[in-house]
């Protein structure tokens, strides 16, 4: 294996040998393998031309990503690895306050935009932001004092050589992607060169994924399972086929439109198909592989979808993004956890390991539940800017670096793993992560009530479909505090509903009791 660990290397390769290949489609256009490296490559010589390649403190330069989940994004966040760079993405659908607080967390290079990330761009935004700022599409209109700041891509240079995608270390930051932080400050994980071409290789040769492969993409960019969907398939020489948006209640006729090979998403998607009867018998045919991942896999899901993909492995893939995407894997018969009807977790992927722990870090006989524990060659350095939440989080056992998941587990006698909830607050929606703690921060600053609580209500299936909170504040104005935390926290994280109490339960330690406001939803459902 070379030793640049570049991202856009696989792309370099498949450009050079099977140049008309389909490496991505989107909307009725598509990409090949030349045509992305081409544009990839422009996109790096724009950002060198900038001055924007340059290692910041010994670091790789961050560049951020705007842009839509389409060509534009994928085009994007190649060019910027091509040229040297961290990509981080920045979600289009983040309101401007959480955008704001990316910036000041990332000390960017340059952002890349399309169409739609160039119309996010507000005046706060281009203060707070970095000196280039790269559209792929029309120019956006902005105030002369920051016109200066856009640059369009050069014209292709006609049968140059295109420099192959810079140097990159094994120990250098390919990505970073925020997830849900308990303070209210969203947390940037770095995820090394090196671990995600392990992740990469590895489950491209687990998974057999081949060049005549057509994979689907379902996740936003900074959702990691994006790592999974776009990287082995491109390793693979395969075609990455993006379902749009507006066409997620139509993705099982989008798969047969698309010839696809491999289904790729969150059991939630396939969980919303089967509800809205798109799961028709043998309607799937064409799957041979079906990739869920991202949370857990219900026994009913699994059911309705083998009728639908009658052709299909199914594999359940578990890991947290401090892990590089995923690190254990369940395929064959989906046994299932005992006492729940959801699939185990299986086993460690290559180049993992897993323990369940105590709260001493020592580990427990198999049938008791602990903590589930992280080992090997596809941790992340750690959380950006958050040393003493790395170390927490990345503790050293015995001489091993492990990540401590926060997911509750059992191994089994055969060595299977089972996850049997979470030991905080973290929740899934839809494959979101989310730290109920953290909008629990934001309502007490909307609100200015101290005492708050949000829970995952109502579930189905055992999983998570939306979020109420409660608030110590009996004049407060729900309508409007809903209406305030969407300017400050993604649309998926903004509870459906505010109630607002003269007080909340409390448990022994003086908390909120999240349980008693369960029980006392339910009740109030009955
Ligand atoms: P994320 O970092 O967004 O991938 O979220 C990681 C968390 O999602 C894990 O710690 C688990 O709580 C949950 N999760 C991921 N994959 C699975 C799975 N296959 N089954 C159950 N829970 C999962």
Redesign the pocket.
Not at 316 to 322: Q, S
């Given at each position: 294996m070379d030793n640049n660990f570049n991202l856009a290397s696989a792309i370099h390769r498949h450009s050079l040998n099977t140049p008309d290949a389909a490496a991505v489609v989107s909307q009725g256009r598509t990409l090949s393998y030349g045509e992305l490296a081409s544009e990839a490559g422009r996109i790096a010589r724009c950002l060198q031309a900038a001055g924007a390649t340059a290692r910041v403190d010994g670091r790789l330069p961050r560049i951020g990503i705007l842009a839509s989940r389409s060509l534009g994004a994928c085009t994007a966040l190649i060019g910027a690895a091509w040229a040297g760079a961290t990509y981080v993405p920045l979600g289009l659908k983040l309101p401007e306050e959480r955008l704001l607080a990316l910036l000041a967390q990332c000390q960017l290079s340059a952002i890349i935009t399309d169409d739609e990330g160039a119309a996010l761009l507000s005046e706060r935004l281009l203060d707070a932001g970095p000196d280039t700022v790269i559209h792929l599409g029309r120019r956006p209109a902005v105030a002369d004092r920051h016109a200066v700041k856009l640059r369009a891509l050069p014209p292709p240079e006609a049968g140059a050589e295109r420099p192959a995608p810079a140097a990159v270390a094994a120990d250098d930051t390919a990505y970073i992607i925020f997830?849900s932080g308990t303070t209210g400050l969203p947390k940037g994980v770095m995820i090394p060169a090196g671990a995600a071409r392990h992740y990469i290789a590895m489950i491209t040769a687990h998974l057999g994924l081949q060049a005549a492969d057509r994979a689907l993409e379902t996740c936003e960019l900074g959702?990691?399972?994006s790592v999974h969907n776009m990287f082995p398939t491109w390793q693979a020489g395969a075609s990455l086929h993006i379902l749009p948006a507006t066409r997620v209640m139509n993705a099982v006729k989008f798969a047969a439109d698309s010839g696809l090979t491999v289904w790729n998403s969150v059991p939630s998607l396939a969980g919303m198909l089967r509800q809205i009867k798109a799961l028709k018998p043998a309607s799937l045919a064409g799957l041979r592989l079906t990739v869920?991942?991202?949370?857990?896999?219900p026994a009913g899901v699994v059911a309705a979808w083998r009728e639908a993909a009658p052709d299909s492995a199914i594999v359940?893939?578990?890991?947290?993004?401090?892990a590089t995407v995923?690190c254990l894997a369940q395929g064959g018969e989906l046994p299932l956890t005992p006492g729940r009807d959801?699939v185990a977790?299986g086993r460690p992927l290559p180049g993992s390991e897993a323990a369940v722990l105590d709260p001493q870090g020592r580990p427990v006989a198999d049938g008791t539940p602990g903590e589930l524990a992280i080992a090997g060659c596809q941790l992340a350095s750690g959380y950006l800017g958050a040393p003493e939440l790395s170390a927490a989080r990345f503790p050293d056992y015995d001489g091993q670096r492990w990540y401590l998941?926060?997911?509750l587990a059992i191994r089994d006698a055969a060595g299977s793993f089972h996850?049997l909830g979470?030991i905080d607050n973290?929740i899934?929606i839809n494959?979101?992560?989310v730290e109920l703690e953290e909008i629990d921060a934001h309502l007490r600053i909307v609100t200015g009530a101290d005492v708050v609580g949000s829970v995952a209500w109502p579930c189905v299936d055992g999983t998570p479909r939306g979020i109420v909170s409660v608030v110590g504040a009996p004049a407060a104005d729900s309508e409007q505090i809903i209406a305030t935390l969407k300017q400050r926290i993604p649309a998926y994280m903004v509870p459906s509903r505010v109630i607002a109490r003269d007080s909340l339960p409390l448990n022994h330690s003086g908390k909120v009791d999240r349980k008693a406001l369960l029980a006392w939803l339910e009740r109030e459902a009955a």
């Open positions: 997830t959702f990691d399972f869920f991942g991202g949370e857990q896999l359940n893939l578990y890991g947290p993004t401090e995923f959801v977790i998941t926060g997911d996850c979470r973290q899934k494959g979101y992560r």
